[in-house]
């Protein structure tokens, strides 16, 4: 089991910077998700991990040892990779036993890991098959088994369940949490989808361009967002961004109003926020509710769009400032183009951010 | 039945019509008129009409026997011997002449070893078709293996990611395409016993220690000059298709054994040799076929000789049906050569079968 710690890591690639000075605590079995848009360098950041890009710069730590400069089997970790890299000629049981015939370890014992491997992923009935012969989550089963059987102090995965379906994906994530309890090891994570991320992590990572934009358990980053990034990243439907006037500022408190929003007071939280200047009001469509009148609530508008999906309907409403916003509602509803409605919302849960917090 | 390819498709047989027409008129016509004149005494320019001679041509050729020779006694019974105290034999002219022994009439001796006083010796009614076999076998036997193994080790140097490596490809990739008949005629030069590059070179590295050897113009050495020769002339053409055989395997496959540990040998017999399978077959099998139908180097080089020792089954075909004018004979050697070949391919299909 071990830590990893980064301090002021850095890549490039050529004259490309891709890694800008990054620093993450990851403490010993936590589990923590990358996540970032595509391009924002989170494949980067996890092979570098790996061992298999070298670091320009800064330091990594894995388990309290600078590992810059060891090679990646003596790092203590083991990788899967989105497209399962399985070798395609050997069985499942050589597959998931290949870190141990590489080391020469003998049979019995390789038997009885193989084994062990294959219970906890509940796949013994597929050992002597070949990876045509595997379902993709099959074949990522595989992969993950032999990271397993390496018994490595870190995991490192790579965007594990992009290649497979969406109901597949929902259990291969439950299976991936119940592996992470099971062996307490620590786990990094690169994902896309935001699901992954918020049932899984302990901690987050939010990357972009290279940098870290906020680090923290799933709730504090859905919560108390750092950045507008952060705020746009997380949650769907993403947050609704608002540009209001602050008419007053008083104790940590804004009076915020725009065309289209009465007067409201929103806590500031420390940012840079001054009567007279332009502020940005986030709010979660999830917080939005649709108040009795037109003429109720804080925001008003005309409904634009509708999209009914069952136990939720996601509404698109054009506000009489020409801004829109999404607000989802928590039931059914049928609420023609064109209707007049007034959105209400708990200020307690919005956000205010100055335009300086724009990464 | 009536399918689309027959009715509603005259563009695409139009296209196709030239292609087909093509190879029917000069592979597939003469590949028949070759097994029908082999059954013939067909020759090139002949004021006799053609007979039928059925399978003949082929017993001509593949006429083989063992024949065992006592050594000669005077009266008294006792063994005679020549000055070097070696026995004597009778002479396999009086043997293969003679009408005590018409089945053996017309053969030649091929070689001869000795067992106990006795010599046995292989007798073949066509010694240097005989020749042409065995040089081709090992022609092929060597050639194979050897310019298979020597295009993958320099597919695998040049499949690194290293600046510049595209010159050291068009390099090995140069002979290839430089006609064979040139590279043979250049290798004349060097291999030459006067002042060739060859010798010239040994003597250089050895101080002049080197005794200048006539390398085409020996028997010990010709085959296995033209057999170096041709592993370096053709040896980047398929280094060129393991190399795309190479590129095929996914690199994660890679980095997946290197975070396993895998030494570059490791790698190489669990990552690159199984990506490999496909490729190899197909080199093995062309590698093969090309080894068998060697011809350009032996005409311009050696002609087939000195004392027969680099004659080739495709190089007899040549010189008995146009050089001899018995287009029959030419015709023989190559439905021979064509079942080995094709008998050899499948083999190798067979034996390197996807056994999943
Ligand atoms: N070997 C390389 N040489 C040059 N640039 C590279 C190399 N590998 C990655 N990059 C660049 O680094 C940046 C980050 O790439 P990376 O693969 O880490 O992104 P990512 O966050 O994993 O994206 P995705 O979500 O699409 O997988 C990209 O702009 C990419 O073009
Ligand atoms: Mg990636």
């Known amino acids: ?359 | 039945m009536a399918s689309r390819l027959t009715t509603s498709n005259r563009a695409g047989w139009g296209f196709a019509i030239p292609g087909f027409a093509l190879i029917a008129i000069f592979i597939v016509l003469p590949f028949f008129f070759a097994f029908g004149l082999s059954l013939t005494d067909q020759r090139l320019v002949s004021p006799n009409p053609t007979r039928y001679v059925g399978l003949d041509n082929y017993r001509e050729l593949l006429d083989v026997t063992v024949i065992t020779l006592e050594p000669q006694r005077d009266e008294a019974g006792e063994l005679i011997r020549d000055e070097d105290g070696n026995l004597e034999y009778p002479k396999v002219r009086d043997i293969t002449r003679s009408d005590d022994y018409p089945q053996y009439s017309g053969m030649r001796e091929w070689f001869r070893w000795q067992s106990g006083q006795n010599a046995k010796v292989v007798i073949a009614s066509d010694v240097v078709f005989m020749k042409a076999l065995v040089n081709t076998l090992v022609f092929v036997m060597v050639v194979a293996p050897v310019q298979a193994g020597l295009a993958l080790v320099l597919a695998l140097l040049i499949n690194q990611r290293i600046r510049g490596i595209n010159i050291f490809r068009t390099i090995y990739f140069m002979p290839v395409v430089v006609s064979i008949v040139v590279v043979s005629l250049l290798w004349r030069f060097i291999y030459s016993g006067n002042d060739g590059l060859l010798n010239n070179l040994l003597d250089a590295l050895t101080f002049g220690a080197w005794q200048p050897i006539d390398w085409l113009g020996n028997p010990s050495t010709a085959l296995g000059s033209i057999m170096a020769m041709s592993i370096w002339q053709a040896v980047g053409f398929h280094m060129v298709i393991w190399l795309s055989g190479l590129q095929t395997i996914s690199p994660t496959l890679y980095e997946a054994a290197t975070i396993e540990g895998a030494s570059g040998w490791q790698t190489f017999r669990y990552v690159t040799w199984p990506g490999l399978r496909n490729t190899a077959v197909l080199i093995l099998i062309v590698i093969t076929m090309q080894a068998f139908a060697v011809f350009a180097q032996i005409n311009v080089m050696t002609s087939g000789g000195p004392l027969d020792s680099t004659q080739t089954l495709v190089f007899q075909a040549v010189v008995r049906g146009y050089g001899k004018q018995d287009i029959s004979g030419g015709a023989t050697i190559s439905v021979i050569l064509f079942l080995l070949v094709l008998s050899i391919s499948l083999l190798q299909r067979w034996l390197t079968r996807d056994r999943r």
């Open chain 1, 1 to 359: 089991m071990a830590r990893v710690s980064l301090k002021g890591v850095r890549k490039s690639f050529g004259t490309a910077d891709v890694i800008k000075g990054v620093d993450i605590e990851i403490e010993d079995g936590e589990f923590v998700v990358f996540v970032g848009p595509s391009g924002c360098g989170k494949s980067t950041l996890l092979r570098m991990i790996a061992g298999l890009e070298d670091i320009t710069d800064g330091t990594l730590e894995i388990g309290g040892r600078v590992v810059n400069d060891v090679a990646p089997k003596d790092r203590g970790i083991a990788m899967v990779f989105q497209t399962y890299a399985i070798f395609p000629h050997m069985t499942v049981r050589e597959n998931v036993a290949f870190g141990l015939t590489i080391k020469g370890v003998p049979k019995a014992e390789k038997a009885e890991k193989v084994a062990a491997a294959a219970r906890i992923l509940q796949m013994e009935h597929l050992l002597d098959r070949r990876p045509s012969q595997l379902s993709g989550g099959q074949r990522q089963r595989v992969a993950i088994g032999r990271a397993i059987v390496r018994d490595p102090a870190v995991f490192l995965f790579d965007e594990p369940l992009s290649n497979l379906d969406a109901a597949l994906r929902m259990d291969m994530r439950l299976e991936i949490g119940k592996l992470h309890q099971q062996l307490g090891a620590t786990m990094i994570y690169v994902t896309h989808d935001q699901v992954e991320a918020m049932t899984l992590a302990d901690k987050i990572v939010v990357l972009k361009d290279g940098k870290v934009m906020q680090a923290g358990s799933p709730m504090d980053l859905y919560h108390h967002p750092a950045n507008l990034f952060v705020a746009g990243f997380l949650g769907a439907p993403s947050m609704n961004f608002i540009s209001v006037d602050t008419r007053s500022v008083d104790n940590g408190l804004a009076m915020v109003a725009n065309a289209a929003l009465d007067p409201i007071e929103v806590a500031t939280t420390g940012r840079d926020i001054r009567t007279g200047s332009r502020a940005i009001l986030g709010v979660r469509p999830q917080y939005l509710v649709p108040s009795a009148t037109p003429a109720e609530g804080m925001l008003h508008g005309k409904v634009t769009l509708t999209e009914r999906l069952g136990a939720e309907t996601v509404v698109e409403v054009g506000l009489n400032d020409g801004s829109r916003v999404i607000a989802a509602f928590g039931e059914d509803r049928i609420l023609a183009p064109g209707t007049e409605i007034g959105l209400a919302f708990d200020p307690r849960q919005a956000h205010l951010f100055a335009e300086g917090d724009r990464p």
